[in-house]
């Protein structure tokens, strides 16, 4: 769990850093990122539940690796949520205006790709498509994960 919580404080710090230099990620730039704090802390779970216990079973590998995902899914979440509400909050007004720039350039009308664009893009929906995409991919990860500890590497290491 620790380590969890050290993995999602320091994207958040970098997630900052970046928007303080000015190089703030836009869509799925980040992605990389969250998917290598992720194999990490679902790894190095399994390591440490293997190294108390050696005869540790392959559902509490999982288990191990899927609560410390959650957790950095969760954190990571509810950061975005007040990022967008309180460090970026033109973000998405500036997205909507840029979408409904290309949308009328492209001959629709504003007042049907306004409302449409006002309502998918808010700091709400950003987080809790990133949570849920986190919390997807974090249990992938733990199966995977779980399944090269238990299989391989629980081998290797005697």
Do not use: C
């Not at 840029?98 to 700091?123: C, H, N, S, W, Y």
């Amino acid at each position: 769990m620790r380590l969890a919580l050290l993995g999602v404080f320091g994207v958040m710090a970098l997630r900052l850093l970046l928007f303080k230099l000015g190089r703030s990620p836009e869509g799925t730039e980040f992605m990389l990122v969250h998917f290598l704090a992720l194999v990490t802390i679902v790894f190095f779970s399994g390591q440490r539940l293997i190294s108390q216990d050696p005869a540790t079973s392959f559902p509490d590998l999982v288990r191990e690796g899927f609560k410390g995902a959650a957790v950095y899914a969760l954190l990571f979440g509810l950061f975005l949520l007040g990022y967008y509400r309180w460090v970026e909050p033109d973000h998405f007004h500036l997205r909507v205006e840029e979408l409904v720039a290309r949308g009328t350039a492209d001959g629709q009308p504003e007042d049907v790709i306004r409302p449409r664009m006002e309502k998918f893009f808010t700091p709400f929906n950003y987080a809790s498509m990133t949570f849920f995409t986190l919390l997807i991919v974090g249990g992938f990860n733990a199966l995977a994960v779980g399944l090269i500890h238990h299989k391989v590497l629980r081998r290797i290491r005697g």
